[in-house]
């Protein structure tokens, strides 16, 4: 289970719910501990995981290249299966579909698959021969440079 801090419980069905309104969305906060993960620590360890990894015969998937065995495509799709699987969760909190006791369950569901979509744009840009890390510096310093924001990573 995701540890989550005390304002985590204080959300209730109906704020969660309250996009349609104008409201931002709010979802709970997961509590971790500060630098706990970069891009390059979550390059490493794919790196190291991704050759062990088996599907569920028990069967090794990837090879040790940086690709993995798998094109782009291949990791594109499996990073955009993920997404889909968290845009489900998030198509059914805002139609109503869970109550108020399913939904701490439920956004821990949604939590793990955006982490798995995270994962797989790290393996889909190492396929690539991208590091995510400086690519991310650089796309978000030049969007606020473009826009006049003094915010930069």
């Known amino acids: 289970m995701i540890p989550s801090n005390d304002k985590t419980s204080s959300f209730s069905h109906q704020e969660l719910m309250e996009t349609n309104t104008g409201r931002p969305y709010t979802a709970p906060i997961f509590r971790v501990e500060p630098n706990c993960l970069t891009f390059d620590s979550l390059c490493t360890a794919n790196n190291k995981r991704r050759p062990q990894f088996k599907d569920k015969q028990g069967r ?28 489900n969760i998030i198509k059914k909190i805002e139609r109503g579909d869970f109550t108020d006791a399913e939904m701490p369950g439920i956004m821990e569901k949604l939590a793990y ?15 690539a021969g991208i590091n995510l890390g400086y690519a991310t510096v650089a796309k978000f310093n030049k969007v606020s440079n473009e826009q006049g924001i003094k915010v930069f990573l």
């Open 60 to 87: 090794i998937v990837h090879n040790n290249k940086p690709d993995g065995g798998w094109n782009l495509s291949q990791w594109s799709n499996a990073t955009l299966g993920e997404l889909g699987e968290a845009a």
């Open 113 to 127: 698959e955006l982490a798995d979509v995270q994962i797989y744009l790290d393996l889909l840009a190492t396929a």
